[in-house]
């Protein structure tokens, strides 16, 4: 059964890059059928897609994040991971990453997958 | 591209039917079918519902429906249960490549 982790610091200052890292098990990260992406939700809010990325490295940003955000795959560790750079309270959130079916057989274009989130707070 | 417009809540008896509502443009719900619903319970990652605008995976239960028309999408839950209380959030793309949240719905069973 396929799982999602993600994985990082839990603790950023403002101006540093938050890093987090999603890990793929069960299942791999390298198949056409699927891309993978990050959501966050800021405490008591609501749910904001961050990106996408295809296997290939083919990456799809929000227009709210895409100066700042950089979504990458390492195929060979099963993992894919976030950066977003020069950070600020308004970035404290539970983060997301999940799976987003494209393709046969399971061509949701969904989230149909999800880690259990990880909180990263910005605070000096 | 601005969060889907979702009621910030909606309530109902246990049995009661309730439907939730996601408003959106012609650029985004009115131009995809690829319209998704979530489950999120307080403290937990979110769960998917419908995708495809109505189609429901594996193992969710069939008192979940979805339907679109123009730029609404709607979510109806019938025969509420208790374990129905928790949020609801919509999701449909953008453009082709990018994708849009709703706000999210409070879903209180009375």
């Known amino acids: 059964q396929l799982q999602l982790q993600e994985s990082g610091p839990g603790l950023v200052k403002p101006s540093e890059t938050l890093s987090l890292t999603c890990t793929v098990s069960?299942?791999?990260?390298?198949?056409?059928?699927?891309?993978w992406g990050w959501i966050r939700q800021p405490p008591g809010k609501g749910l904001e897609w961050i990106g996408n990325i295809y296997y290939s490295g083919t990456t799809y940003y929000s227009p709210s994040h895409n100066s700042r955000v950089t979504i990458s795959v390492h195929t060979s560790k099963n993992q894919f991971s976030l950066k977003l750079n020069s950070v600020t309270a308004a970035d404290t959130a539970v983060y997301y990453c999940?799976?987003?079916?494209?393709?046969?057989?399971?061509?949701?274009?969904?989230?149909?997958?999800w880690g259990q989130g990880t909180m990263v707070t910005v605070s000096s | 591209q601005s969060a889907l417009t979702q009621p910030a809540s909606v309530s109902g008896s246990p049995g009661q039917s309730i439907t939730i509502s996601c408003t959106g443009t012609s650029n985004d719900i009115g131009s995809y079918n690829h319209v998704s619903w979530y489950q999120q319970h307080p403290g937990k990652a979110p769960t998917l519902m419908i995708y495809e605008g109505s189609q429901r995976p594996s193992g969710v239960s069939d008192r979940f429906s979805g339907s679109k028309s123009g730029n609404t999408a709607s979510l109806t839950i019938s025969g509420l249960q208790a374990e129905d209380e928790a949020d609801y959030y919509c999701?449909?793309?953008?453009?082709?490549?990018?994708?849009?949240f709703g706000g999210g719905t409070m879903l209180t069973v009375l």
């Open positions: 999701c449909s793309y953008a453009s082709s490549t990018t994708l849009v």
């Open positions: 999940a799976r987003f079916p494209i393709a046969a057989p399971d061509n949701h274009h969904a989230f149909d997958i």
């Open positions: 069960g299942g791999s990260l390298s198949s056409s059928s699927f891309c």
